[in-house]
C-alpha cells in the first residue's frame, strides 16, 4: 500500500486549508486512519483519527477547528484544517491501519508541510 498525502502550504493565522492522502492497494479492511504531525524538533503528535465505522476523534488542540473524514470507496482521508494557528506548523502524516495478506499491517504516507504564519 502506498500512500500519498497532499494539500500542505503556506498560510496566514486564521485561514484554512484541507489534506488528502490517497492510498492504492488491495486492502480488506481499514481498523483506522489517521493524521499524525511533527514539529521541528518534536515528536510525532496524533492530530485526528477516523475508524472504519466513521467514529472520529481529535487531539484536544485542534477539536473544534479540524475535521477527518475519508471516502468509504477509496482509501483516501481528508483533514479540513480551519483557524489555523502557528502553532498548527507542522509536516503532516497519514496513517493507515488494515488488514492486508491476513495480516494487520501499519503504513505511513511521505508527509506534507503545513507552515502557518502569524
Known amino acids: 500500500v502506498q500512500l500519498q498525502a497532499c494539500g500542505g502550504g503556506l498560510v496566514q493565522a486564521g485561514g484554512f486549508l484541507r489534506l488528502s492522502c490517497a492510498g492504492s492497494g488491495s486492502i480488506s479492511s481499514i481498523y483506522y486512519i489517521s493524521w499524525y504531525r511533527q514539529a521541528p524538533g518534536r515528536q510525532r503528535d496524533l492530530v485526528a483519527t477516523i475508524s472504519g465505522g466513521g467514529t472520529t476523534t481529535y487531539a484536544d488542540s485542534v477539536k473544534g477547528r479540524f475535521t477527518i473524514s475519508r471516502d468509504n470507496a477509496k482509501i483516501t482521508v481528508y483533514l479540513q484544517m480551519n483557524s489555523l494557528t502557528p502553532a498548527d506548523t507542522a509536516v503532516y502524516y497519514c496513517?493507515?491501519?488494515?488488514?492486508?495478506?491476513?495480516?494487520?499491517?501499519?503504513?505511513w504516507g511521505q508527509g506534507t508541510l503545513v507552515t502557518v504564519s502569524s
Open positions: 496513517n493507515v491501519d488494515a488488514l492486508l495478506s491476513g495480516r494487520r499491517q501499519i503504513f
